[in-house]
């Protein structure tokens, strides 16, 4: 079974400031990890995913996460916040068998002029 | 990515009715997903719905109030019935990826409410 834990339900940063999102799984297998951003009223967009091979991915919009198995983590970075990345960010993991997602809470981000 | 879209984007129903949610995909698809968003709250896996089989449904939720229809690889339906306030949410489908079978995309979902 995988869970998804993501701290902090809300985050609020300035514009051009340093965005990290946290994340921490539990799997029983060698897990795949996604980020998807849901912007309002709108469905869910991939934003990056590990699934093997190296352990920092790049996504789109400038995002970035690194897995690290000894840390059970999926931390997901952006240098510079802009004003377009206000939305809700939810990490998610699925078993490589069945492809099945299990959702974290969601962390929703605001972005200060 | 494939290209999904879903119908209604958004209703407002009675308590007691059903409500018949479609999903289109421009491309065929081994797997179709249905989740729901409850207001608020992260997503939660109805079912997994495969062409030429039974829908799978996850613990809590059941065919009799959430019939899926799976008629072909590009398309699917999922009705939500007999209808309480609690079924208000957002109900979104999703495929896996021609080539990419081990990510999900996902429609622009559809929202309900339930008077």
């Known amino acids: 079974a995988q869970s998804v834990t993501q701290l902090g339900s809300h985050v609020s940063v300035s514009e051009g400031a340093l965005v990290l999102l946290r994340c921490n799984y539990s799997s029983s297998v060698p897990p795949y990890l996604f980020w998807y951003v849901q912007y309002p009223n709108q469905g869910l967009q991939l934003l990056l995913k590990?699934?093997?091979?190296?352990?920092l991915v790049k996504g789109i919009n400038g995002f970035e996460a690194e897995f690290k198995k000894s840390e059970t983590s999926f931390h997901l970075t952006k240098p510079s916040a802009h004003m377009s990345d206000a939305a809700e960010y939810f990490c998610?993991?699925?078993?490589?068998?069945?492809?099945?997602?299990?959702f974290g809470a969601g962390t929703t981000v605001t972005v200060r002029a | 990515s494939a290209v999904i879209s879903q119908k209604p984007s958004r209703d407002i129903c009675q308590r007691g009715t059903s409500l018949t949610i479609q999903c289109q995909v421009d491309s065929q698809v081994t797997m179709m997903f249905w989740y729901r968003q409850q207001p608020g709250q992260s997503l939660t896996l109805i079912a997994t719905?495969?062409?030429?089989?039974?829908?799978?449904?996850e613990s809590g939720f059941v065919i009799d109030k959430f019939p899926i229809s799976r008629p072909n690889l590009t398309f699917s339906t999922l009705t939500v019935s007999n209808l309480s306030p609690e079924d208000s949410s957002i109900y979104l489908c999703s495929v896996d990826g021609t080539g990419a079978s081990d990510t999900q995309y996902f429609g622009p979902g559809t929202r309900l409410t339930v008077l």
């Open positions: 719905a495969n062409q030429g089989s039974e829908a799978t449904y």
């Open positions: 998610a993991v699925s078993d490589p068998n069945d492809y099945k997602l299990s």
């Open positions: 590990y699934t093997t091979g190296a352990t």
